[in-house]
């Protein structure tokens, strides 16, 4: 590494919601640890080997040049140990930002489409006011 980041993180806040419900849910794990340590790493490779790119809602349009993904971090056994991070790149402006973290205790696969747009378009309509 050569102690520059490539990629820079803009937290929302619904991620930041999403991370406080987790820590809770999961307080007999160091979530907090696993999570700094994976958002890190994101910086670095924001397209590690668990993640994938993940289909948007069918009325969703992100702003040209961002992609949405998927990572699962495995934290114990099986299907309910795992972690899931949404998060959008976008590589020209060498940005990650978090949308969204759950265990499959509070969504089996992913929260609904309809709370999915509801979270970019936050994110974005929040970033046209800067």
């Known amino acids: 590494m050569t102690g520059s980041t490539p990629f820079s993180l803009e937290k929302s806040a619904n991620f930041e919601r999403s991370f406080k419900k987790l820590v809770k849910a999961l307080k007999h794990l160091d979530i907090v640890g696993i999570v700094v340590s994976c958002l ?3 910086m670095v490779n ?3 080997p668990k993640s994938r790119d993940e ?3 069918k009325r969703t349009n992100l702003p040209q040049g961002w992609t949405f993904h998927k990572l699962e971090l495995p934290v114990a056994k099986g299907a309910s140990g795992q972690i899931r991070l949404m998060y959008l790149v976008n590589e020209d402006m060498r940005v990650i930002k978090p949308l969204w973290i759950y265990n499959h205790e509070q969504f089996k696969k992913r929260p609904s489409d309809k709370d999915i747009d509801d979270v970019i378009q936050e994110i974005f309509d929040d970033s046209s006011d800067d």
């Open 40 to 42: 890190k790493d994101l």
């Open 46 to 48: 924001p397209y590690p």
């Open 55 to 57: 289909p948007l809602p």
